[in-house]
């Protein structure tokens, strides 16, 4: 090969002078791929201490009421966090409720009962689900799905509610098609797919000698699957949902469409509201004055730290499954 | 008799019931995929014309087309691919050759997973504060780099898992007739894993082709023309997202449109790289 071809004339030459060569451009191309490894630690690094520099203004300025207050003004430059973050929870946490189910059910039927040949395609389709950019579930939430929401199913459920203390506070009207609910269930939509591939792969990993015992005793499909197959995985269906509630939690365009920008914090599902993403999106690049500015960026910092937070235990909880069936 | 009858139908019964739910979620995942394809299919064919290719995105209420949008998806694209790749690739190296088992590719690991899925939005912001802010204006570069910055942690991720399939008995036989570590790796491991490693850059194209919240305060946006690196430039999901929200008519016609372009290049893209490796998994 090539390598053998340079190294002849050489070899004839000097031998040593060839073992040198050798090892110097190795070492260069070893030190050269270290060093694009360590970039990736940097970046990280730089992206936080970069947000952090970036939001010290407003950090310093408002301290801990930044988190604390609810008030979003630009003419009076008072800013607090609360609404956004409120936003960001709730909806993240209404999505992983109705993606947590949707996708533990598609994994049991991806490994238990759909037909062979269907099972590529229907796998495929689903990761599929995953590649299609946020923006695209933003103008279909925002044209499709909102209006629908707003014509159909929210008059409905308010008019059920409304003499029901508690639920007809959280189902409050008037139906504006955008908000809370709508932004949930986009994300939903968008997380189902992570959820659902990494809960089958873990599916994948339980040996089938357990279950196959499982079924030698007799037991149904739920029985195995609720008694062996979920708890032997739970690590990983757990790693799974915290990776899905990362997406979610820090999901743009997609909720920015929907969600109605609206800083103030609603007990009812139905009303517009805002989200860390969806804040900094709007309002990034019409923010005058340095305080603003620097109060977005603060909003992305916190972002950063949640979601850092939550892919760190999800990345933790995924590599003790790895560590198992590795081992 | 009976408890022992009765308890076997319970059990029949609730199996029954819950592989129910199980096909009735696989059914409604496969529906809102369908109902999403659909719509984009609907509204986004009826706007498909040669104009959309060969005009420029149009001032309120009038006709045009996305063609410099198009243009500047594509050049902030091919450069965040040109600058991303290498690098995801060199780090990916040390990961499955020369640093398979050392401390720093645990770390290395674990950190790119988190960037691969944090928050593209905290890119933008982080891009912002390392280039727009000191540069004093939005550019094309700096929305290059913030894809860039995507691209990475994708590649990273690909070539390693690429390189670690890589049986090392290739490896041993190149070292056995003498050659060194970095040739062994160029000429027998990069081409055992190529189409892998291929793969993943289709992937991160993929990823990046879509892309719209890092762009929103790196590249901006741009009514006109413009090939210029260094000023503000159009690009495919900034101007949809800008038309979508926008209450003309023509607007939000030329953003399904574009959403329609997007969706099916990813798609596209996504079915090509996984038939790539699709042939090595079914055996």
């Known amino acids: 090969m090539s390598a053998v071809q340079e190294a002849l004339p050489a070899v004839r030459g000097s031998r040593d002078a060839t073992v040198r060569r050798f090892a110097l451009t190795d070492a260069i191309f070893h030190a050269v791929t270290r060093a694009a490894a360590i970039l990736v630690l940097v970046l990280l690094g730089g992206v936080a201490i970069s947000l952090f520099a970036g939001s010290w203004q407003a950090l310093s300025t408002f301290g801990f009421s930044f988190v604390t207050s609810e008030s979003w003004n630009p003419v009076t430059e008072k800013f607090g966090a609360l609404a956004p973050i409120y936003g960001t929870i709730i909806t993240s946490a209404i999505a992983i409720l109705i993606a947590v189910p949707l996708g533990i059910g598609i994994a049991i039927f991806l490994t238990e009962l759909c037909p062979r040949p269907l099972r590529r395609p229907i796998g495929m389709a689903v990761e599929l689900l995953a590649g299609i950019p946020s923006i695209i579930y933003g103008i279909w939430g925002l044209f499709v799905l909102a209006p629908f929401l707003q014509t159909t199913v929210q008059p409905f459920i308010i008019s059920v509610f409304h003499g029901i203390p508690g639920l007809n506070s959280l189902f409050a009207g008037p139906p504006y098609g955008i908000g809370l609910l709508t932004s949930a269930m986009i994300l939903a939509i968008m997380v189902l797919p992570f959820i659902t591939s990494i809960t089958k792969d873990v599916f994948d990993t339980v040996p089938p000698v357990l279950k196959e015992s499982a079924y030698g005793i007799g037991c149904t499909t739920w029985e195995v699957t609720r008694r062996v197959v979920i708890p032997y995985t739970r690590i990983g269906i757990m790693g799974g949902v915290m990776l899905g509630l990362g997406r979610a939690l820090g999901e743009t365009m997609a909720v920015t469409f929907v969600i109605g920008n609206a800083h103030r914090i609603s007990t009812s599902l139905f009303a517009p509201a805002t989200t860390i993403s969806a804040t900094i999106a709007n309002e990034f690049t019409e923010a005058v004055g340095d305080l603003y500015t620097s109060s977005l960026v603060a909003l992305g910092l916190i972002l950063f730290v949640i979601t850092f937070l939550i892919l760190a235990i999800a990345r933790y909880m995924l590599m003790r499954i790895d560590a198992r069936t590795g081992a | ?283």
């Open chain 2, 1 to 283: 008799m009976s408890t022992a009858a009765s308890l076997h139908q319970s059990r029949k019964r609730r199996n029954g019931v819950m592989m129910t739910l199980c096909v009735a979620a696989a059914g409604i995942g496969l529906v809102w995929l369908a109902l999403i394809l659909g719509a984009l299919l609907y509204k986004g064919l009826s706007g498909v014309s040669l104009s959309v290719f060969t005009e420029m995105t149009p001032p309120p209420g009038d006709a045009g087309g996305l063609l410099n949008a198009i243009y500047g998806s594509i050049v902030m694209t091919i450069i965040g691919i040109i600058v991303g790749t290498p690098i995801g690739v060199l780090a990916g190296t040390y990961m499955a050759e020369y640093g398979r088992f050392s401390k720093l590719t645990t770390v290395v690991r674990f950190i790119n997973d988190i960037l691969l899925s944090a928050p593209s939005i905290i890119i933008g912001l982080f891009v912002y504060e390392l280039m727009v802010r000191p540069m004093g204006h939005f550019s094309a570069i700096a929305g290059a780099v913030a894809l860039a910055i995507l691209v990475i942690p994708v590649v990273v991720r690909t070539t390693e898992d690429m390189l670690n399939l890589v049986p090392n008995a290739l490896r041993e036989a190149g070292t056995a007739i003498g050659a060194p570590r970095w040739v062994v790796i160029r000429s027998v491991a990069y081409r055992a894993a190529l189409s892998g490693i291929v793969t993943g850059i289709l992937l991160a194209i993929a990823r990046i082709s879509g892309e719209t919240a890092p762009l929103l305060f790196t590249a901006l946006n741009n009514q006109f023309w413009s090939s210029n690196l260094n000023a503000p430039m159009a690009s495919l999901p900034v101007t949809i997202f800008q038309f979508a929200l926008s209450p003309y008519e023509e607007w939000q016609q030329l953003a399904w449109t574009g959403a329609l372009i997007i969706t099916l290049t990813v798609l596209a893209l996504s079915i090509f790289a996984r038939s790539l490796t699709g042939r090595r998994e079914d055996k």
